[in-house]
């Protein structure tokens, strides 16, 4: 069985989770506290354009790009993968251009591309899920057990009113009905004050945004099965238990603190793995790779031998290869949060046998993923296709940007990236005795430096001397370390 563990820190005004099983990061979130644009929030909005062609609309909600809203009728329907739930035909929405409107993000803007919205929000809860106007009920399909989503159909009966849809969650066996109740009536008071506060609002207005990050991940994960939760600083720790404290007695799960005065995620070897995901090349254990591109329009990901030579013959070197790739395929999906068409060059194999085990493997290692997978048969080419339903935040967008020194053509790592590790690296410096460092780096993460208030602030909190040194020549990625017995130049920057 595998053995699956949480991680949550603050640093800097982010929040940050990871999620990892036997010791590997499967899932990943770097989310900046108070931004402006976030799944779940919900703005007023005006809508600027109306393309019946395309059954959609662009919705002016005060971002820097106006949003994408579908007008199709199945839009707002629960992913069928996750839920059961008794459908009904709902109309298509109707818009017209200067129409002031609710909308909710679904998506969150990729490339040039806006976000995605909605204008038939939802309202996720610990146990279940309210989705205002509409007349289903809906059990998760992590729910196996016949007799127990049987009592929560009829506990939906007596819970909502007509109009009203509801979809319980996984975790919702663990509540009594008075719980399920009492977030059901919290939930729909809560639209309640949106629609009233849209009345007045201005265009552009956030009407309401969703938990902080680590109460989010918190709220779908703790139903599962978990072995430890593990908090970076007593900040977290607190929030999290707060939230843990919710549940009944016998499923709450201890946090533990990392307090060794380290950075959790560096010490532990999580950074490390962070950073990997950056790269287009993906080691897989057996010494063979892999090498994910992403385009517009689709991903494509390269399977290759590397050094694996296998034991046996040739056909069962490839076919033991290709079994491990679809499993690492299924992981770095999740991971890297890729939406959309995938693309996969497998190695060629002859066994017709194998071909249609390894299409097979491919689904049961995508069966995990919360996002909506879809596999199609291998080609004649060798070549398959899968599609996955994108939902949430990128964490990539905080760790790379476009690389300026080959014209966009490649990625670099953000100065936001290079930053936190400076601050991982000067905690080490401190548990070590280390009382006074010279950093010298990039001119530009310099000046990003000195804009962050927050960075600023936790590494006077660690009580040495540090001067930061401008260097225009030096790569964004390099910061070079002196400690104690150093000059200080004339533009260095104590903090």
């Given at each position: 069985m595998s053995k699956k563990t949480l991680y949550f820190d603050y640093n800097c005004g982010y929040y940050i989770s990871v999620v990892t099983e036997n010791g590997k990061v499967n899932e990943f979130n770097f989310e900046k506290i108070n931004k402006a644009c976030a799944v779940g929030n919900i703005y007023k909005g005006r809508v600027e354009s109306v393309h019946r062609g395309m059954q959609a609309a662009f919705v002016d909600c005060g971002l820097e790009r106006n949003c994408f809203l579908s007008l199709a009728a199945d839009e707002c329907l629960p992913d069928g993968k996750a839920y059961d739930c008794t459908q009904e035909t709902k109309p298509e929405i109707k818009v017209e251009e200067g129409d002031e409107i609710l909308v909710q993000i679904q998506k969150l803007p990729?490339?040039?591309?806006?976000?995605?919205?909605?204008?038939?929000?939802?309202?996720?809860?610990?146990?279940?899920?309210?989705?205002?106007?509409?007349?289903?009920?809906?059990?998760s399909r992590k729910i196996a057990d016949k007799e127990l989503r049987n009592n929560l159909v009829y506990s939906a009966a007596r819970i909502k009113s007509d109009g009203?849809?509801?979809?319980?969650?996984?975790?919702?066996?663990?509540?009594?009905?008075?719980?399920?109740?009492?977030?059901?009536?919290?939930?729909?008071?809560?639209?309640?004050?949106?629609?009233?506060?849209?009345?007045?609002?201005?265009k552009g207005d956030l009407l309401y945004t969703d938990a902080e990050l680590p109460v989010r991940v918190m709220r779908d994960t703790l139903s599962t099965d978990i072995d430890g939760i593990v908090a970076g600083s007593a900040r977290v720790k607190e929030l999290l238990e707060k939230f843990i404290n919710l549940y009944p007695l016998q499923n709450r799960k201890p946090v533990y603190l990392h307090d060794t005065g380290r950075d959790m995620l560096e010490e532990l070897g999580i950074a490390r793995q962070l950073l990997s995901i950056t790269s287009p090349r993906v080691d897989i254990d057996n010494g063979a790779y892999l090498i994910i591109e992403r385009t517009e329009a689709l991903t494509v990901v390269d399977v290759n031998t590397g050094k694996f030579t296998g034991d046996y013959n040739l056909e069962q070197?490839?076919?033991?290869?290709?079994?491990?790739?679809?499993?690492?395929?299924?992981?770095?999906?999740?991971l890297r949060n890729i939406g959309g068409i995938v693309v996969v060059d497998f190695i060629d194999m002859q066994n017709a046998a194998h071909n249609k085990a390894l299409v097979e493997e491919l689904e049961r290692a995508l069966k995990t993923d919360k996002s909506k997978c879809t596999v199609a048969a291998m080609s004649k080419f060798g070549l398959v296709e899968f599609t996955r339903k994108r939902s949430g935040n990128n964490p990539l967008a905080r760790l790379t940007k476009p690389c300026k020194y080959c014209g966009a053509a490649g990625t670099a790592?953000?100065?936001?990236?290079?930053?936190?590790?400076?601050?991982?690296?000067?905690?080490?410096?401190?548990?070590?005795?280390?009382?006074?460092?010279?950093?010298?780096?990039?001119?530009?993460?310099?000046?990003?430096?000195l804009g962050w208030e927050e960075l600023k602030n936790e590494l006077r909190g660690l009580g040495?001397?540090?001067?930061?040194?401008?260097?225009?020549?030096?790569?964004?990625?390099?910061?070079?370390?002196?400690?104690?017995?150093?000059?200080?130049p004339d533009d260095a920057v104590k903090i």
């Open positions: 990729v490339g040039k591309k806006g976000a995605k919205v909605t204008a038939r929000p939802s309202f996720v809860g610990k146990f279940l899920i309210y989705m205002p106007d509409s007349s289903f009920t809906g059990v009203d849809g509801i979809v319980f969650r996984a975790a919702a066996p663990y509540a009594k009905r008075e719980m399920l109740k009492g977030e059901f009536a919290y939930l729909k008071n809560l639209y309640g004050g949106i629609k009233k506060s849209f009345e007045t609002a201005a070197t490839v076919y033991q290869t290709n079994i491990a790739a679809a499993r690492e395929i299924a992981r770095q999906v999740r790592l953000t100065e936001e990236y290079i930053l936190l590790g400076m601050r991982a690296k000067l905690m080490g410096m401190r548990v070590d005795g280390v009382k006074r460092v010279r950093a010298d780096m990039n001119a530009d993460v310099f000046s990003q430096m040495i001397e540090i001067y930061a040194v401008p260097h225009k020549t030096y790569h964004e990625n390099v910061i070079k370390y002196k400690t104690d017995l150093f000059d200080v």
